[in-house]
């Protein structure tokens, strides 16, 4: 399973969600000890790093797969060409 420590913005909020499938840290400097902290945290949580794992899996393989993204995609594209 992969772990992830990600940035506390952009897109990586909607992927990660904080202490459920990863662990957050602010950008730039000030997040530095944050992210070092998170880092000795998932080293010193081996069993709360393959929930983690196991729960990020669970999001992706249920929102972010192709299957998904081309039924959202068909469903955009439906919406514009409808006549109304």
Do not use: W
Request: with cysteine; glycine share 10%; charged share 25%.
């Amino acid at each position: 399973m992969v772990q992830v420590l990600g940035t506390d913005s952009g897109g990586t909020k909607e992927i990660v969600e904080h202490n459920v499938t990863g662990l957050l840290h602010p950008l730039g400097r000030s997040g530095a000890r944050i992210l070092a902290e998170n880092l000795q945290y998932m080293l010193e949580n081996p069993s709360e790093r393959q929930l983690m794992g196991i729960a990020g899996r669970k999001k992706v393989e249920k929102i972010y797969l192709k299957k998904h993204m081309y039924k959202k995609f068909a469903e955009v594209l439906y919406s514009c060409m409808r006549i109304k």
